[in-house]
Structure formats: structure tokens, C-alpha cells
């Protein structure tokens, strides 16, 4: 048959014309960000206002999204952490703010700004932040004991088989180096084998199951009694369940930032500082932390939110710690280092 | 004959692309230490003598072959009654018990052990036996499908031959049926024991953050840890892991053959 042939030849040939035209017919941004990280009516509402199509994609960790840039993939707005930035304004794989369209930096607030990677934030703009900290079931532990045991709960034998553990290495060694007074940004050898052993320790004397955001619903339904988590998650997990209350350990603890960057191979930087003005609009601000739980890197928005009659008014978790002398940021650490630090954590958690 | 060589050409240069080109760049980055741009290749065995030296990356590799051994030897005792089971019925019903059989296989992985993992968390097992079951149950089609089909190739005669000249009903099975489908049980290990040493998937989801297989090594060296170059080496490791296990069974093959 061939005239069915032809058609098909045909509708082919017509499909492969009109697929790119459909897709050249607006502007187009990439955006790269963390998963469950936005109010997605943002996005639309930023597509209609200036007619542009977003494509947004998602990763679930900073050297997810490193490995992707490198491998050659374009973005126009990327949102990594503290520690990643540094490390991309190092190699030069970012470009500078048009600080003439991004003009609305005014209202950031007090526990983001003057930030050691970028001070002037020549090449990015806080999104969200964090801290680290433990969430525990107010039933099971009193709050003045956890307070006085800080990260040294996870050492107690009597919370045994009760305890998450957020499995992710760097923030296991940071309180391991924070329980025993070092800096979380430590290359000393000793201070990293006296971490390791703490987390032997650990491991040993609790048990805890290794998980990482299933914890989110898992504390909120109350399944255990004790779990490292983002603060950020915790907000979510203490406005679901009102047994649970959150600690910021007096050892200090991590404070992690997101920030939006454009990298230096960004198709359409125009538009790129065009989106992240409009991220930085507090009603956009206000969106998205009121969304994902956490903090807003705009101090309007962290003031309405934690509040009187404010969505998080009354949760711990929601407003970080600022300004703690003992809370530090993470440094880009070596590759040798990091992949230390990868051997160690897996000893612990096979309970070598 | 010149004409039809040509023809391979474009499978040639797909070949070229993406098995031979990523090979060489695993190799050498596995030779290799961190920090080393390819235009400085320094060889070095770090890699390996880390792998070998370390009692907890072996422990690794051999809970790995442990897991797919096990998962391999279920998938046999289970997939053959059942293949067995299959090919006694009308010809209409095997269609339809291979249809259902492989039904599953449309769904996603990811999906299907997702939903393992929503039935598994009300029971309080050890992780090594939540990863066993999730790989028996994914597995187990492409061993059953296998078996099925070298027994339904089986001559019926033969079997009635058998009858006649005096065998009971488990002296044919011995004699005749299994031997004849020796050659769909290796294809049928081929196809279970390769995934399921290299699954890591299954592991991760299914076992949680303390039960780590080879293939989650290489996830954790890739990705957390940013150690190409170790990553890669313990990629090396299980690649030639697979190609022995690979001329094992084909020698069982030839051998089943020569039978």
C-alpha cells in the first residue's frame, strides 16, 4: 500500500517541522532545582507575565547537578548551595548578575547576607536556608534533656533502635566534629579519625536506620523518636505533627544556603536575571517558602511567616539560628577528601 | 557480500560511540589517580590495591555474588514447576499465562519496586531479605519465559516414547524433559544473574542506607564522593566479574550440548 506510505512519510516529515516550530514560538528558560523546592505557581505565573516558557528540571544533590554542568548541559537559573558555588565561582563557571535588572537586594535577610563565597553578591542570590538540626518526639525525650545532650543523643544507648540517621556523609561528620568541639570544615587527619570513630559509636550504640527523605514522613506520622534532619523538613514535620519539637544543638551546627547563579554558558542570561528579580518579589518569596517549609532569604517574608497569625508562627524549625557563633557554613572540601569521607561513612553504616 | 558489510557500518561507529569510547575512558580513569587530567595520565594500581585491600569492599563484592546467587538458584526452583506448569497447558491458555507473565515487565522498575517498598515497610525484615524478594520478583519472568520456551520446543513425542518403553512419570522428567531444557535454564541464569549482581536500584531502595552492593559503590564514588577514577575501577572489577560469569555459563552451554 503505498499511498499509506506517503501519508505517513508525509505526517513524519510534517511533525518534525512543527515539533521545533512549536517550541521556537517562545522564549525559553532552563531552570535547574532541587526537587519539592518551589511553589510551581510561581512558575506559571512568571511564564504568563512575560510570555516565556520555563523548562524546569529537578536534582537531588549538588554534585548531581555538578556532574551535569559539566558534561556540557546549558541552564540559564541554577540553585546549588554555599559550599558548590564557591567551588563553580572558583572555576569560572559562573557569570556576574546584571546587578541593573536584579536590583531588588535590599530586603535580604540579616543571616544571608555578606556571605563568605560570594560577599557582594556579585554572582548570586540567596533563595532558601537552613540549619541542621534534630527533630524529636516531645513524648518520648524531654526538651530539657535533649537540650543538655545536644548532638550526644545519638551516643545515648537508650534511645536504641529509635533513632533516623540522615544519610548523607558531610552532615554525619559535621556533628561527629561538632559533638567533639573541631570545625565542620576540618582537613586535620586526626580530628577526622577521632569524627569517625564518634560514628562508629554512634552506629553501635543506637542503630539508627540510615534514610534520607523518607524521614520527612516518616516523623510526621511519629515513627520514631529521634532524627537528624534540615530544618526546612522539620517545619514541614512539626506543622503535621504537634508531639514534635526541634533542637539546634548548642555545639553549633551547619548553616547551608541555596542561591541562584547563572552559569557562564546560559543560553538567555536575560532573561536569567529577569527571573531571578522576580523570585526575589515578596509575593514570590513568600510563595515559595510558605510552599517547601524553608526559610526565606528575604526578611519580609521571614518576619510575616513566623509572625503573628504567620503560616509557621510558633514552629522553631521554620526561622533558623542567626548569627550563633559555633553554626558554620561548609567550605568545598578536596576530592580526596570527599572521597575519605565517602570510604569512612560507608564502614559506619555497614558496622565495620 | 561487500554490500551487505557496508550496511554494518553504522553499527560499527554505534559501537564506537558508546560502548568502546566510554570503555577506554573508564579504563583510564580506573589507572589513574584524582586530580589527573588525561593529558598527564600517570598509571597507578591505587584504585585496585584500595578495592583489594580494604576487608569492607570485599565484604561488598561478596554480598553482592551472595544476593544474586540466592536470587538466581529462587528464580530456578520457582520459574521451572511454574514453566513446567505452563507448557502442560492447551495451546490458547499458554499464550495467555506468558501475556499475564510478562504484564508486569510494561511497568517500570523504579515503579514497581517503589510500590515493594510501600508493602515491605509494614514488616520488620532484614534489609538483605527485602532486596532478595524485590529481585526474585523482578526477575523471575525473564527465568520462567526461558524455561518455557526451550520445554515447549521439546518433542511430545519423546515423551510418549519414554512411557512406552517402561519410564514412570519422574524417570521421563529426569531422562528426558530436563535435560532438554538445560539449554533455557542457562540462558535464564544469563539473564538473572547479570542484572542482579549490577542492580543497584533494588538495593537502594528496597535495603535502605546501610545495605550496600557493588553497584551502589560505584553510585557512592561517582556521585557523593566525586572519585571518578575509584568509581571507575570497581566499574573495571564488576565488568570482568561479568564476563567470567559470562564464559562460565556458555561452558556449562557447550557442555550441556555435548550431552
Request: net charge negative; proline share 4%.
Amino acid at each position: 500500500m503505498p499511498s499509506l506510505k506517503k501519508l505517513a512519510a508525509l505526517f513524519i516529515a510534517l511533525s518534525l517541522f512543527t515539533l521545533p516550530a512549536l517550541s521556537l514560538a517562545d522564549e525559553i528558560l532552563n531552570v535547574y532545582n532541587w526537587g519539592e523546592y518551589i511553589d510551581k505557581q510561581v512558575i506559571t505565573n512568571f511564564e504568563k507575565e512575560y510570555g516565556v516558557r520555563v523548562n524546569y528540571s529537578l536534582f537531588s544533590s549538588n554534585e548531581e547537578m555538578y556532574t551535569k554542568l559539566l558534561s556540557g548541559a546549558s541552564y540559564d537559573v541554577l540553585v546549588p548551595s554555599d559550599y558548590m558555588i564557591e567551588r563553580l565561582i572558583k572555576e569560572d563557571k559562573l557569570q556576574p548578575l546584571d546587578r541593573s535588572v536584579v536590583d531588588n537586594l535590599d530586603n535580604l535577610a540579616s543571616g544571608v547576607q555578606n556571605l563568605d563565597y560570594d560577599p557582594d553578591n556579585t554572582y548570586s542570590v540567596p533563595y532558601l536556608w537552613q540549619t541542621v538540626g534534630i527533630v524529636y518526639d516531645k513524648t518520648r525525650i524531654d526538651p530539657e534533656d535533649i537540650e543538655a545532650q545536644g548532638y550526644a543523643a545519638f551516643l545515648n544507648p537508650d534511645y536504641k533502635g529509635h533513632v533516623y540517621m540522615y544519610d548523607s556523609e558531610r552532615d554525619a561528620f559535621m556533628i561527629a566534629l561538632k559533638n567533639l568541639g573541631y570545625s565542620a570544615n576540618t582537613d586535620k587527619d586526626e580530628e577526622l579519625q577521632a569524627a569517625y570513630e564518634w560514628l562508629r559509636e554512634m552506629d553501635k550504640a543506637i542503630r539508627p536506620s540510615y534514610v534520607t527523605d523518607e524521614v520527612i514522613d516518616s516523623m510526621a506520622n511519629g515513627e520514631k523518636w529521634m532524627a537528624l534532619v534540615y530544618s526546612g523538613d522539620a517545619a514541614y514535620i512539626l506543622s503535621e505533627n504537634e508531639d514534635m519539637g526541634y533542637l539546634a544543638p548548642k555545639e553549633g551546627t551547619n548553616i547551608a544556603i541555596d542561591a541562584m547563579v547563572i552559569p557562564a554558558n546560559a543560553s538567555n542570561p536575560e532573561l536569567a536575571n529577569k527571573f531571578i528579580r522576580y523570585i526575589l518579589e515578596y509575593e514570590n518569596s513568600l510563595m515559595i517558602s510558605e510552599e517547601v517549609g524553608y526559610a526565606s532569604a528575604n526578611q519580609q517574608v521571614l518576619d510575616e511567616l513566623s509572625g503573628e497569625g504567620g503560616t509557621y508562627e510558633g514552629n522553631e524549625a521554620y526561622l533558623p539560628r542567626a548569627g550563633y557563633e559555633l553554626d558554620e557554613m561548609y567550605h568545598d572540601i578536596p576530592e580526596s577528601l570527599r572521597s575519605q569521607y565517602s570510604s569512612m561513612w560507608i564502614k559506619v553504616k555497614l558496622h565495620e | 557480500m561487500k554490500s551487505f558489510f557496508r550496511m554494518s557500518y553504522p553499527y560499527i561507529l554505534w559501537i564506537g560511540i558508546f560502548i568502546v569510547a566510554p570503555m577506554i575512558m573508564i579504563l583510564l580513569y580506573a589507572f589513574s589517580v584524582p586530580g589527573n587530567s588525561v593529558l598527564t595520565f600517570q598509571f597507578t594500581l591505587d584504585n585496585f590495591t584500595k578495592f583489594f585491600g580494604d576487608p569492607t569492599f570485599m565484604r561488598v563484592l561478596f554480598t553482592s555474588l551472595r544476593i544474586a546467587f540466592l536470587t538466581t538458584v529462587f528464580c530456578i526452583l520457582i520459574g521451572y514447576p511454574a514453566a513446567l506448569f505452563i507448557s502442560n497447558l492447551s495451546e490458547k491458555r499458554q499464550t495467555m499465562m506468558v501475556l499475564l507473565l510478562t504484564l508486569p515487565m510494561w511497568i517500570n522498575m523504579l515503579l514497581k519496586t517503589y510500590a515493594w517498598r510501600g508493602i515491605l515497610m509494614n514488616f520488620d525484615l532484614e534489609s538483605e531479605v527485602k532486596v532478595f524478594i524485590g529481585m526474585v520478583y523482578d526477575f523471575l519472568p525473564y527465568m520462567i519465559i526461558q524455561i518455557h520456551t526451550s520445554i515447549s520446543k521439546m518433542d511430545r513425542e519423546l515423551l510418549t516414547a519414554a512411557y512406552d518403553l517402561g519410564a514412570n512419570k519422574w524417570k521421563t522428567f529426569l531422562k528426558v524433559t530436563l535435560p532438554l531444557s538445560v539449554p533455557g535454564i542457562i540462558s535464564g541464569i544469563t539473564l538473572v544473574f547479570l542484572p542482579a549482581v549490577s542492580s543497584f536500584v533494588i538495593p537502594k531502595l528496597l535495603g535502605g542506607g546501610d545495605y550496600v552492593l557493588i553497584g551502589n559503590l560505584i553510585e557512592i564514588y561517582f556521585l557523593n564522593a566525586g572519585d571518578w577514577n575509584f568509581g571507575s575501577a570497581i566499574s573495571l572489577i564488576m565488568a570482568l566479574i561479568i564476563i567470567a560469569s559470562m564464559w562460565a555459563t556458555k561452558k556449562l552451554d557447550r557442555n550441556a550440548d555435548k550431552d
